[in-house]
């Protein structure tokens, strides 16, 4: 099994920026690819980015060059780098992360973009 735990989320002014963490303990040699999905109210989750275990990232199209998926592996810890935040980037994000036979979701941490 594998816990996932995001923290970082809070308010934030359109432009502003902020890193999610997503710390994960337990099989984590298990893990071969992880992910970052967010959920707005009344809005379907959404896949936001996707790094794997070769180190290839991939991203929603319209947070491209805004968002940076990245894994510190000494830490067992993902991040998600959020740049230039618009009001519409305000949902929760969830951490995700992917086994050969299991998938796995974090909790989730509230971004809100306001002024």
């Known amino acids: 099994q594998v816990q996932l735990v995001e923290s970082g989320g809070g308010l934030v002014q359109p432009g502003g920026s902020l890193r999610l963490s997503c710390a994960a303990s337990?099989?984590?040699?298990?893990?071969?690819?992880m992910a970052w999905y967010r959920q707005a109210p009344g809005k379907e989750r959404e896949l936001v980015a996707t790094l794997t275990s070769n180190g290839r990232s991939n991203y929603l199209d319209s947070l491209r060059g805004r968002f940076t998926i990245s894994r510190d592996n000494a830490k067992n810890t993902w991040y998600l780098q959020m740049n230039s935040l618009k009001p519409e980037d305000a949902a929760v994000y969830y951490c995700n992360a992917r086994s050969p036979l299991m998938l796995y979701w974090g909790q989730g941490t509230q971004v809100t973009v306001s002024s």
């Open positions: 337990g099989s984590v040699f298990t893990i071969n690819d």
